[in-house]
């Protein structure tokens, strides 16, 4: 296999005189869907914008490492990763990218009459993101079938086995990070059942998706395809897949989940009810043959 060159940017008109940014990033990482998944919403609400984003897929080598082309590019090695027109160094986190094209570009990502909301679920939160939901994909999976790249925590990328990975933590350690996923997935059927309206999709009742939409259904996704859907509560489920079947998603995943596999989840046939809705998967089937 031969080695990708990264694609120097196309030259703009002389006068177009905005910033150019380059956004790397990879199907199977969750943080680089919800960096992308942002961008679909921006470009939605903001149809006349003059930001210039050029995203690039980076492409693993045969080994299954990233390519020392694209460690060039960005040192750090993380993706998603967003390259600035210099003097400003790279962004590796979907949270900050998100943020900080929230303050520059696209205030529809986090509007200022939920921003702060918004801020304190994700700002304040981003260890859901940036190890626990890591912690819970990768110690329950075979790691070899996964591409060691920016969704792993720096601790994690230089493992090369899965045995040396399983052990790399405590199992208390996965508890935990399962239950603080759990509060947060509460915090967001919260914000859900107060501004739920009929005809809204998104999780204020906003016109356009928010910061908060992306990384909530990328979430609830990676927990559905890892199995664990006993984790989510069922009017996020039903939510998610309302998101899941929308063309910003089908955009994103370009029909795959978010570890490589299948399109979206049949939601109809797998669909359990999680402890917190107090109701049994029994009483659901018994229900649907009711009906």
């Known amino acids: 296999m031969g080695r990708q060159q ?3 940017p196309t030259p703009l008109p002389a006068n177009i005189k ?3 940014f380059l956004l790397y990033h990879h199907p199977h990482s969750l943080a680089s869907l919800a960096a992308t998944f942002c961008i679909e919403f921006a470009k939605a609400a903001h149809p006349s914008a003059q930001t210039h984003i050029i995203q690039i897929e980076v492409v693993l080598d045969e080994n299954g490492r990233l390519p020392c082309e694209y460690l060039n590019t960005n040192p750090t090695g993380a993706v998603p990763a967003l390259i600035r027109p210099p003097p400003e ?4 986190s979907s949270i900050d990218i998100v943020n900080y094209f929230a303050q520059r570009d696209f205030p529809s990502l986090m509007p200022p009459a939920h921003k702060a ?4 679920l994700l700002l304040r939160k981003r260890s859901i993101f940036e190890r626990d939901i890591i912690l819970v994909t990768y110690l329950r999976t075979p790691f070899e079938s996964y591409p060691l790249i920016g969704d792993i925590v720096p601790e994690m990328r230089e493992k090369e086995k899965r045995d040396e990975i399983h052990y790399a933590f405590e199992i208390p350690e996965l508890h935990q990070a399962e239950d603080r996923i759990k509060s947060w997935l509460t915090s967001v059927y919260i914000v859900r059942m107060r501004f739920k309206r009929a005809g ?3 999780l204020f009742g906003t016109q356009h998706g928010t910061a908060l939409d992306a990384h909530a ?3 609830i996704h990676r927990l559905l395809d890892i199995k664990k859907i006993e984790m989510i509560n069922t009017e996020l489920l039903w939510w998610a ?3 899941f079947s929308s063309h910003f998603w089908d955009q994103v995943s370009k029909g795959k989940d978010t570890m490589g596999g299948g399109g979206r989840p049949p939601m109809q046939d797998t669909m359990a009810i999680s402890d917190t809705d107090e109701v049994s998967t029994q009483d659901i089937k ?6």
Do not use: C, D, F, R
């Open 89 to 92: 160094t790279p962004i590796s």
């Open 18 to 20: 905005h910033p150019l």
């Open 6 to 8: 990264y694609p120097e």
């Open 241 to 243: 897949q309302t998101v």
């Open 117 to 120: 909301e918004i801020e304190n």
């Open 217 to 219: 259904a990328v979430l």
């Open 200 to 202: 809204k999709m998104w």
């Open 286 to 291: 018994g229900k649907g043959q009711a009906e």
